[in-house]
């Protein structure tokens, strides 16, 4: 290894090592070791610093170093552009987690498995060998269980993270299994070997199909995909910051297992039609049910699942660049979304009291024309600018969107000043969309022309279909609900038709837990007057801090 390969490799190795070495002072309580919680999120607050700091060197240092030989690390493209990723995450969920969480008795405890989990999120993104991705992807679960687990005493949390852990070991075991196979076919640990073999369509074993199947299946439950969903519905009792760090940094690593081994994934049918189908379903159904829940949190909770399923389902129509895109932008909207859902609710009731007449038939039908000009400009361009198999699907789904947005904003008028606004905004974010999928494709990698589906292939007719059925459902769901049919489909859908009743039975059955029971506020002693005024002071004396 040459000089500035080894000075590379330190680069990347000092990530999660600095977020580790920070997680010890800030979860560390002993007699003579004794910081306040001020001085613990500063050991973090510097830590994410030195996170931020490393990967811009690390950016920086690939352009200079664009052929370094790292062995066990990696600096390609969609790895450092994940690394940006998490080091934003990081500092934005760790400077509201101080204000969030003042005068919790856990705060240092939560620190401490935040920073955990930061630094096993970053070992995965570098590792290039299969024993140290396998050994960050298990120590992201058993560190955030803990985050998870933070209010012990909530039945909901408990359960959640029981299932979660029973899950997560489910799918650990899935991928040492897959690895394992990789690396016997291969005599090779180094992932840029073994994905180096499939980048042209190539005679697959037994075992390399059985890997490929086993990695689809890790990365369905990594993204909480039906019938597993449950877990993360009910993981909204955790903290906040935590249900951010969840939504946008950790469930999303199913895509980016998807998208890293693409090149095996995409040439065995069995594991690309698995994805295809329970990813396309949770989609529909996970997108359906959200429109029937009331609390922020949960509908942001089934929008994630969908929206998981959405990535994943791009990423068996081998559209990774497209995939890439999607978990960036969800990473964003979603910890955005979930940090400041305190003042959702008050959004929710401005927007509930504009009451806008619903679109005519006709409206609908005039608003398509302009939609799908729109879309086939797009699609014109994004063929123009980066000449890679177009598929139907994609932009069938971008069509729907655009129609169901033009439509609702005339205000009960098309042609007006608010609907020209409108189609303005659609005509850029067509643009942008177009624009963004060509810049993502040298950064989710250069995936063989050969192993991608087809334009009408088996594949992009099953998405386009689940496209139609979505619209044509939400359609009768909003502007039909009074009708019998839809009113009991919407009963099922707000039961989540009973999926995760079932799996949580059987759960339990297999593998009982014994959860915490709430106490009744009403029998529960009175809460001790000095303890509530030590909390009201440290919250003050933490705020005067900050300020």
């Given at each position: 290894?040459?000089?500035?390969?080894?000075?590379?490799?330190?680069?990347?190795?000092?990530?999660?090592?600095?977020?580790?070495?920070?997680?010890?002072?800030?979860?560390?309580?002993?007699?003579?070791?004794?910081?306040?919680?001020?001085?613990?999120?500063?050991?973090?607050?510097?830590?994410?610093?030195?996170?931020?700091?490393?990967?811009?060197?690390?950016?920086?240092?690939?352009?200079?170093?664009?052929?370094?030989?790292?062995?066990?690390?990696?600096?390609?493209?969609?790895?450092?552009?994940?690394?940006?990723?998490?080091?934003?995450?990081?500092?934005?969920?760790?400077?509201?987690?101080?204000?969030?969480?003042?005068?919790?008795?856990?705060?240092?405890?939560?620190?401490?498995?935040?920073?955990?989990?930061?630094?096993?999120?970053?070992?995965?993104?570098?590792?290039?060998?299969?024993?140290?991705?396998?050994?960050?992807?298990?120590a992201i679960s058993l560190a955030l269980h803990q985050l998870l687990m933070f209010y012990p005493d909530r039945p909901r949390a408990a359960l959640a993270a029981h299932k979660k852990f029973l899950l997560a070991r489910v799918a650990e075991a899935s991928l040492l299994t897959a690895f394992y196979l990789l690396w016997q076919q291969h005599g090779s640990a180094h992932i840029d070997t073994i994905l180096a073999a499939y980048q042209a369509p190539a005679q697959l074993s037994l075992s390399e199909q059985i890997a490929a199947v086993l990695i689809a299946l890790t990365a369905l439950i990594k993204c909480a995909q039906l019938p597993v969903h449950g877990w993360l519905i009910q993981?909204?009792?955790?903290?906040?910051?935590?249900?951010?760090?969840?939504?946008?940094?950790?469930?999303?690593l199913g895509g980016f297992l998807l998208i890293l081994f693409a090149p095996l994934f995409l040439q065995v049918a069995a594991a690309q039609w698995l994805v295809l189908v329970v990813a396309g379903l949770t989609t529909v159904l996970a997108a359906l049910i959200m429109t029937t829940r009331i609390s922020v949190k949960v509908r942001l909770a089934w929008s994630t699942s969908a929206q998981m399923g959405l990535m994943l389902l791009e990423c068996a129509l081998g559209l990774v660049e497209l995939a890439l895109l999607h978990l960036l932008a969800h990473s964003a909207y979603k910890a955005w979304a979930f940090l400041s859902s305190g003042s959702a609710v008050q959004q929710h009731i401005q927007q509930s009291l504009l009451v806008s007449p619903p679109p005519g038939l006709r409206q609908w039908f005039v608003v398509v024309v302009p939609a799908m000009a729109v879309v086939v400009g797009a699609a014109w361009l994004s063929a123009y600018l980066h000449p890679v198999s177009q598929l139907l699907s994609s932009w069938l789904l971008l069509a729907l969107a655009l129609t169901a947005f033009l439509a609702q904003s005339g205000q009960g008028s098309i042609f007006s000043a608010v609907w020209l606004r409108s189609l303005t905004l659609a005509v850029s974010l067509a643009l942008a969309y177009s624009l963004l999928k060509v810049l993502m494709q040298p950064l989710a990698g250069n995936l063989g022309e050969t192993v991608r589906p087809e334009l009408f292939s088996a594949a992009d007719w099953w998405a386009s279909g689940l496209f139609l059925v979505l619209f044509v459902t939400w359609w009768l769901l909003r502007w039909r609900s009074h009708w019998p049919s839809m009113q009991r489909l919407s009963v099922a859908l707000f039961a989540g038709f009973y999926l995760d009743e079932w799996f949580t039975r059987i759960t339990l059955r297999l593998w009982p837990a014994r959860l915490p029971v709430r106490a009744n506020p009403k029998l529960a002693p009175m809460q001790n007057s000095e303890q509530l005024a030590q909390q009201l002071q440290a919250a003050k004396s933490r705020t005067e801090q900050l300020s």
């Amino acid at each position: 290894m040459s000089i500035s390969s080894l000075l590379m490799a330190t680069v990347l190795a000092a990530i999660p090592l600095t977020l580790i070495l920070a997680a010890m002072p800030a979860g560390l309580q002993t007699r003579r070791f004794a910081l306040n919680d001020h001085q613990r999120w500063r050991f973090a607050w510097r830590a994410v610093q030195l996170v931020a700091l490393f990967t811009l060197t690390a950016v920086a240092s690939s352009f200079m170093l664009p052929d370094a030989d790292l062995h066990w690390f990696s600096d390609s493209p969609l790895r450092l552009t994940l690394l940006v990723l998490l080091s934003v995450m990081a500092l934005v969920v760790v400077k509201f987690s101080y204000r969030y969480l003042a005068a919790e008795p856990g705060f240092g405890r939560y620190l401490r498995w935040l920073l955990l989990t930061l630094a096993a999120v970053a070992l995965v993104f570098i590792s290039n060998h299969l024993l140290l991705f396998v050994l960050g992807w298990i120590a992201i679960s058993l560190a955030l269980h803990q985050l998870l687990m933070f209010y012990p005493d909530r039945p909901r949390a408990a359960l959640a993270a029981h299932k979660k852990f029973l899950l997560a070991r489910v799918a650990e075991a899935s991928l040492l299994t897959a690895f394992y196979l990789l690396w016997q076919q291969h005599g090779s640990a180094h992932i840029d070997t073994i994905l180096a073999a499939y980048q042209a369509p190539a005679q697959l074993s037994l075992s390399e199909q059985i890997a490929a199947v086993l990695i689809a299946l890790t990365a369905l439950i990594k993204c909480a995909q039906l019938p597993v969903h449950g877990w993360l519905i009910q993981v909204v009792e955790a903290p906040t910051p935590v249900s951010a760090l969840l939504h946008a940094g950790v469930i999303n690593l199913g895509g980016f297992l998807l998208i890293l081994f693409a090149p095996l994934f995409l040439q065995v049918a069995a594991a690309q039609w698995l994805v295809l189908v329970v990813a396309g379903l949770t989609t529909v159904l996970a997108a359906l049910i959200m429109t029937t829940r009331i609390s922020v949190k949960v509908r942001l909770a089934w929008s994630t699942s969908a929206q998981m399923g959405l990535m994943l389902l791009e990423c068996a129509l081998g559209l990774v660049e497209l995939a890439l895109l999607h978990l960036l932008a969800h990473s964003a909207y979603k910890a955005w979304a979930f940090l400041s859902s305190g003042s959702a609710v008050q959004q929710h009731i401005q927007q509930s009291l504009l009451v806008s007449p619903p679109p005519g038939l006709r409206q609908w039908f005039v608003v398509v024309v302009p939609a799908m000009a729109v879309v086939v400009g797009a699609a014109w361009l994004s063929a123009y600018l980066h000449p890679v198999s177009q598929l139907l699907s994609s932009w069938l789904l971008l069509a729907l969107a655009l129609t169901a947005f033009l439509a609702q904003s005339g205000q009960g008028s098309i042609f007006s000043a608010v609907w020209l606004r409108s189609l303005t905004l659609a005509v850029s974010l067509a643009l942008a969309y177009s624009l963004l999928k060509v810049l993502m494709q040298p950064l989710a990698g250069n995936l063989g022309e050969t192993v991608r589906p087809e334009l009408f292939s088996a594949a992009d007719w099953w998405a386009s279909g689940l496209f139609l059925v979505l619209f044509v459902t939400w359609w009768l769901l909003r502007w039909r609900s009074h009708w019998p049919s839809m009113q009991r489909l919407s009963v099922a859908l707000f039961a989540g038709f009973y999926l995760d009743e079932w799996f949580t039975r059987i759960t339990l059955r297999l593998w009982p837990a014994r959860l915490p029971v709430r106490a009744n506020p009403k029998l529960a002693p009175m809460q001790n007057s000095e303890q509530l005024a030590q909390q009201l002071q440290a919250a003050k004396s933490r705020t005067e801090q900050l300020s």
